[in-house]
């Protein structure tokens, strides 16, 4: 296939991908699980006019972009309230994948760096974690030279804490959970867990790309949902999917940082470029501006209540 000689119509086109849906699952009636999350037909027509509004704006340079700057900064802002630490960090990502390899590569440079450099002398880090932990940090350890010591769950498919602890050893640089799994959307004991962690000076992350935006407003509906957020101490980090529960337009999950001392091992700097110097704090390079409208259009029209 060639691009054609000549351009098109635009209503022709549009027109054409519609008719080219048409069999494709569907999603608008229910028909997928997981891999779209629709409000109502009303709430994604706002997402795609939210999103078309910066679908041009690349937060790549936050000085050239400082309004999308601010609707990132106000989505940090809006989930560290709801999940108990408004003084949270964290960048929105293109999605939970993202979130995840964010942070798993942090904690391989925190291991680097400072009072615990010195295991990375001794080769590959580890990261005790249950076998329910999702696929993209299998992902994330493939590319950052990462062992994800993987540790049977028990007989009520959620963590296994003390044979998570009896694998915790020299190499071990952090400890990951889920809130919830995905496998049986079952949330692992998180308070324990911490405790453990603390316990051993580790930093633990929460997967909360499924609860992330689900869990906190079960527990305000009344239900009984053991704590996973940063009221336990021990939790260092949280991957939220804003694009999954928040109903946000695809592309946009939160890394979320307890502390501004962990955020920084995140961050990559390229310092001799031709071009200047380079910073970026997720792993892609141009930042859409689309997804960062729509989730934070999603938290302020949906509202808590
Ligand atoms: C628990 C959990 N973590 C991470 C992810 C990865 O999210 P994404 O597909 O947005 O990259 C998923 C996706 O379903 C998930 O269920």
Not at 13 to 41: C, I, K, N, P
Not at 68 to 90: F, N, Q, T, Y
Not at 148 to 170: H, N, P, T
Not at 196 to 215: E, I, N, T, W
Request: hydrophobic share 45%; aromatic share 8%; net charge positive.
């Amino acid at each position: 296939m060639n691009v054609p000689k000549h351009g098109r119509a635009g209503d022709e086109l549009v027109a054409e991908l519609r008719a080219r849906q048409a069999g494709d699952t569907d999603w608008r009636h229910g028909r997928v699980f997981s891999l779209v999350y629709h409000a109502s037909d009303a709430h994604e027509q706002l997402m795609h006019r939210a999103h078309s509004v910066y679908a041009s704006a690349n937060l790549l340079n936050p000085m050239a972009f400082g309004s999308l700057k601010k609707l990132e900064a106000e989505i940090v802002a809006m989930a560290g309230s709801l999940m108990h630490h408004p003084g949270a960090v964290g960048t929105v990502t293109s999605g939970g994948t993202e979130s995840i390899l964010c942070a798993m590569h942090a904690y391989r440079e925190r291991a680097r760096s400072g009072l615990s450099a010195w295991k990375h002398v001794l080769g590959r880090p580890e990261m005790v974690v249950p076998t329910t932990l999702h696929p993209a940090f299998d992902k994330a350890a493939h590319y950052f030279g990462i062992k994800l010591v993987k540790v049977r769950v028990g007989k009520d498919y959620r963590a296994d804490v003390a044979a998570m602890e009896k694998r915790i050893g020299i190499k071990t640089i952090a400890v990951i959970a889920s809130a919830p799994q995905y496998p049986h959307g079952l949330v692992d004991p998180i308070e324990e867990l911490g405790a453990m962690a603390k316990r051993h000076g580790l930093p633990m992350h929460v997967d909360a790309c499924v609860g992330g935006f689900s869990l906190p407003w079960l527990e305000k509906l009344g239900r009984s949902i053991p704590r996973w957020d940063f009221r336990v101490p021990g939790v260092t980090s949280i991957s939220a999917d804003i694009h999954k529960f928040g109903y946000a337009a695809k592309g946009a999950s939160l890394l979320l940082w307890r502390s501004p001392d962990d955020i920084r091992h995140q961050i990559f700097v390229a310092t001799d470029f031709p071009g200047g110097i380079y910073a970026s704090p997720t792993m892609i390079g141009t930042r859409p501006g689309g997804p960062i409208a729509a989730a934070w259009t999603a938290l302020q029209s949906l509202g808590d209540a």
